[in-house]
């Protein structure tokens, strides 16, 4: 797939990959050595849209492309089907984060005991966007999708998906941020953790 024309020259992802790997340095330290990669040499000094480099953003965006492909294969290969329409919770949102520094921050956190029955959706100190859940039996369970500029980026409007669910002694938890599924499954004793489940809600975002 062509996906640039620099004077005259055309480009493929193919040669967009070799480029950043072979050229800028992603793999090896290379060199210009034809007209062509002269010209494609353009793309580093570029800055559109964003601080990243236009070749950097490019090789990002079919990154993300290529995740978003792969989710029905990963969703067929861990048999994700199982959980759905189970107990649990699924909340979405769309939102704009700015960093707190050396504070945890709360974006929704629901539940009336401190350490049972209570789900925390929250950046940690280190920005890590974390899905928290306390089954009722008090044992914690955690997964983080990563932090600012990979998960999500400051300032910016974002898309997010957490979702929570118990089926028979399998607990599931899942953040959708930043072109990928980050989820965490394990075992439970606490299967009715969801049956009886208070909602408190604040934010601190």
Request: with cysteine; aromatic share 14%.
């Amino acid at each position: 797939m062509i996906i640039a024309i620099v004077d005259g020259h055309s480009y493929s992802i193919k040669e967009l990959v070799l480029f950043v790997a072979n050229v800028m340095g992603g793999v090896h330290s290379g060199t210009f050595d034809n007209d062509k990669a002269k010209s494609f040499a353009q793309f580093k000094e570029l800055y559109i849209f964003s601080d990243i480099n236009v070749a950097l953003l490019f090789i990002r965006i079919i990154g993300r492309i290529i995740l978003e492909s792969l989710k029905p294969l990963q969703y067929e290969v861990l048999d994700l089907a199982r959980f759905e329409d189970k107990a649990g919770i699924s909340i979405y949102f769309s939102l704009t984060l700015y960093p707190l520094p050396d504070k945890q921050s709360y974006i929704l956190d629901i539940g009336t005991e401190d350490t049972r029955n209570r789900i925390s959706i929250y950046l940690d100190y280190k920005g890590e966007l974390s899905l928290r859940f306390y089954d009722s039996s008090g044992s914690c369970y955690l997964v983080q999708a990563g932090s600012a500029d990979l998960a999500y980026r400051y300032g910016e409007p974002k898309y997010l998906t957490f979702q929570a669910a118990i089926h028979k002694a399998e607990l599931f938890l899942c953040i959708e941020a930043g072109g990928w599924r980050h989820f965490y499954i394990s075992r439970t004793d606490s299967q009715d953790s969801f049956e009886d489940f208070h909602y408190v809600l604040g934010s601190d975002v």
